[in-house]
C-alpha cells in the first residue's frame, strides 16, 4: 500500500531545530521536552510504539482568512513547539513523539483537512494519543471525524467540549468552510448519519456571537457555559455541569481555542477576548477533571498565533495547558 505521505507538498516532517534548549544533564530528573521528544516522519514505515503521546501540527490558517479574521495562525504548531522543548519534562513515564505539520498550501484547505482526518484515524489506530496544534480552529471538523472514523461503531458517543469565546456554528459562506463553521458541520454530519450531536462550549461571550448563533446553538441543543459564568464562586456549577455532560457521553473530543483566555493572557490569538476566561485554578481543575474522566480520545489546540503573541504569552499558557495535558495522560 503506497504511503499518502510520500511526495505530498501538504505533509512536513518533523524539524529538529523545533526542539532546541538548554541541556542540565541527561538523567531523567534534569531532562527537558527537547531531549526525550521523538521526530517520527510519517514518510517511514518504522512504528511508533503504542500507549505515546503523538503532537501533530496543522500549519494552516486558511480557514481563519476566509472567515476574516486577522492570519498568522499558520505557525502556531512551530512557535508552540519552540516554547515547549525548554520546559522541564514531567510526561517522562511514556513515549512523546512529534509528527510534523499537515500544511495548507494554495488554499487547498479542503485536501489539507481530509489527510488531517486520516492521519488522526492513523495514530489512533496505532495505540497512541493524538494531540493537535493549531492553526486555525478549521482544525476541529477533521479532528472529530478522524476519532470517528476510528472508532467506526455509531453506538459509541463521542461529546465535544470546546474551551471557546465562539460557538464556531456559522454555516460556510461563498468561500466554503472556515475556521468558523466546524462544529455546525460537525452537527450536520451527525444528523445525516442519525447521530445525536453532543457539544458543551465554555467561554462563550455575548460580544463574540450574533444572535442567530445562539438561536442555532439552541436549535442544535448545544450546552454552553457562558465566560461570566465561569468564575471560582461557580465552581460547584461547573463541576456539576461537566460531571453531568461527562457521564452521558462514551468517549471525548477535547477542543481549546486560545482565544476563550482574556487577551492579557492571550494576546496571540486570531481573534482576542479582552474580557475572556482566566487560566487559574479554576480552570485547571476543570481541566484535570476532563481528563481524569479517561474518556478524552484527541485534543486540539487552536488559533495561536504568533504574530500577534506579547512575550510569548500564548505560546507558555498553550505550553502550560500541554504540561498538565500530558503529564496526567502519562499516569493513564
Not at 498568522?72 to 505539520?101: F, M, W
Request: aromatic share 10%; charged share 20%; with cysteine.
Amino acid at each position: 500500500m503506497e504511503n499518502r505521505y510520500h511526495n505530498n507538498a501538504l505533509y512536513e516532517e518533523p524539524q529538529r531545530e523545533w526542539w532546541r534548549g538548554r541541556i542540565d544533564g541527561h538523567d531523567l530528573d534534569h531532562l527537558r521536552w527537547h531531549q526525550w521528544i521523538k521526530l517520527q516522519s510519517l514518510k517511514q514505515e518504522t512504528q511508533m510504539t503504542s500507549k505515546g503521546i503523538v503532537l501533530l501540527g496543522f500549519a494552516c490558517d486558511e480557514g481563519v482568512r476566509r472567515n476574516q479574521g486577522r492570519q498568522g495562525a499558520s505557525k502556531g504548531p512551530e512557535h508552540i513547539r519552540k516554547t515547549l522543548s525548554n520546559l522541564p519534562l514531567q510526561a517522562s513515564g511514556c513515549a512523546l513523539y512529534d509528527v510534523g505539520n499537515i500544511k495548507c498550501i494554495n488554499k487547498r484547505l479542503e485536501a489539507a483537512r481530509e489527510l488531517l482526518t486520516q492521519t488522526v484515524t492513523s495514530i489512533l489506530a496505532s495505540g497512541n494519543f493524538p494531540i493537535l496544534l493549531g492553526g486555525g480552529h478549521e482544525i476541529a471538523q477533521p479532528n472529530y471525524r478522524g476519532l470517528q472514523n476510528f472508532l467506526s461503531d455509531p453506538s459509541k458517543s463521542i461529546g465535544i467540549i470546546n474551551f471557546d469565546a465562539h460557538f464556531d456554528l456559522r454555516m460556510p459562506n461563498e468561500n466554503g468552510v472556515n475556521s468558523g463553521t466546524g462544529f455546525w458541520e460537525i452537527a450536520q454530519t451527525d444528523q445525516a448519519e442519525k447521530q445525536a450531536f453532543r457539544y458543551l462550549a465554555i467561554g462563550i461571550q455575548h460580544t463574540s456571537n450574533t444572535n442567530h448563533l445562539f438561536n442555532e446553538a439552541a436549535r442544535l441543543g448545544v450546552q454552553y457555559i457562558k465566560a461570566a459564568d465561569f468564575h471560582y464562586m461557580n465552581y460547584k456549577f461547573l463541576q456539576q455541569s461537566l460531571d453531568s455532560f461527562i457521564a452521558k457521553n462514551d468517549f471525548l473530543y477535547l477542543s481549546i481555542d486560545m482565544d476563550v483566555f482574556a487577551s492579557a493572557f492571550a494576546p496571540g490569538v486570531s481573534a482576542t477576548s479582552y474580557n475572556g476566561i482566566n487560566p487559574d485554578f479554576i480552570f485547571t481543575a476543570c481541566l484535570q477533571q476532563i481528563l481524569d474522566s479517561k474518556k478524552v480520545l484527541s485534543i486540539g489546540i487552536a488559533e495561536t498565533n504568533p504574530l500577534y503573541d506579547i512575550d510569548n504569552r500564548t505560546a507558555k499558557l498553550v505550553a502550560s495547558i500541554l504540561m498538565q495535558v500530558t503529564e496526567t495522560l502519562s499516569k493513564h
